[in-house]
């Protein structure tokens, strides 16, 4: 996006989300990896904001990919190749701390796909695809766990060979003993990142980013989480050696 046009309020939300996906992650080393806690991350308050986290961060990407109308191509090519590296340098570290599929190939292969999507979904209504999307997220949540519905509401089971395949576990389906310490597959995510996109293209058709009123608000700088929101791929890269490297530091002191 051109400087002068920028959204800066837009930045300093995804620093505000970046900032707890560090204050989260540093969180889930010390007590599941350090204090070899595995209950912490299934507490109902620790599973609500790591699904805050995820949910603001997916839906935003969404919403701004309309934004980049020059680099759409470069842009995705750019995150799924930062999403590889991360699978690469966590995998050598150890099996317990891997990464497939996590949330950068989904982002990656989100806006990839868009590229092609675009031009059905721009023939179609926003609002009738804001919908369609954002219940065919909620509907498409739970297909990991083998079934579609409304998060524990099981409507249809899938059948079982869909589970059989590993060139299946991207989409969703979760193969027997494929394990990653952050898994984000195109079903279901993909449609919340489409609910973003189509959210954009209301405000669009409602004409709020020609309203100086709205782009006074939306031009509104918070100077640090601006500056963490602008420089999100790289703190997402760096973040998790950091906070380990801390958290081992603190371990030798204290023995």
């Not at 497939?100 to 796909?113: E, H, K, Q, T």
């Amino acid at each position: 996006m051109d400087k002068s046009n920028r959204l800066y309020l837009l930045d300093a939300y995804r620093g505000f989300i970046v900032l707890n996906m560090v204050a989260y992650h540093f969180c889930y080393d010390y007590f599941v990896l350090i204090k070899s806690n595995s209950n912490w991350i299934y507490m109902p308050e620790v599973y609500i904001w790591e699904q805050f986290i995820c949910i603001s961060f997916i839906f935003l990407s969404g919403f701004v990919w309309n934004f980049n109308s020059n680099g759409k191509l470069k842009r995705g090519i750019t995150v799924s190749l930062c999403g590889i590296l991360i699978t690469a340098v966590t995998a050598f570290m150890g099996p317990d701390i891997a990464i497939f599929y996590g949330v950068l190939f989904l982002i990656g292969a989100s806006m990839l796909i868009m590229i092609v999507a675009d031009k059905l979904l721009i023939k179609l209504p926003s609002v009738l695809v804001f919908i369609i999307s954002l219940l065919a997220f909620l509907i498409t949540f739970s297909i990991p766990q083998r079934h579609l519905g409304f998060h524990r509401i099981k409507l249809i089971r899938l059948p079982d060979w869909l589970y059989k395949y590993h060139i299946l576990v991207p989409f969703g389906f979760l193969k027997e003993g494929f394990v990653s310490a952050d898994y984000f597959p195109i079903l279901p995510w993909f449609f919340l990142f489409v609910s973003g996109y189509a959210l954009h293209r209301i405000c669009k058709d409602l004409g709020l980013f020609d309203k100086l009123s709205f782009l006074k608000l939306m031009k509104f700088r918070i100077p640090a989480l601006t500056n963490i929101g602008q420089h999100s791929l790289l703190i997402y890269l760096l973040h998790q050696p950091i906070c380990m490297g801390i958290l081992m530091l603190f371990s030798m002191l204290i023995n």
